[in-house]
């Protein structure tokens, strides 16, 4: 299932965008061998991919992405 929204850095009150396809069960495809196989993050109004996932890293969180990436993981893996 995919899922998209976005998120408020808490750190820093930056919106961020997010694309998410997950499933019911955690795969060795998902992230740490959990449901989400597939994650974006962008900054809201921007086109270029801060963070990067499909079933391996493209871009890792790094900085304040990390406690976005964070909520994510919370949230549906």
Not at 27 to 42: A, E, N, P, Q
Request: aromatic share 12%; glycine share 12%.
């Amino acid at each position: 299932m995919w899922s998209e929204g976005t998120i408020t850095c808490p750190a820093t009150g930056n919106n961020y965008k997010y694309w998410v396809k997950h499933y019911e069960e955690g795969s060795h495809f998902g992230i740490d061998g959990g449901k989400i196989s597939k994650l974006t993050i962008r900054k809201v109004g921007e086109t270029r991919d801060l963070v990067n996932y499909d079933r391996g890293w493209d871009i890792e969180p790094s900085g304040e992405l990390k406690a976005v990436y964070a909520i994510i993981l919370q949230k549906y893996n």
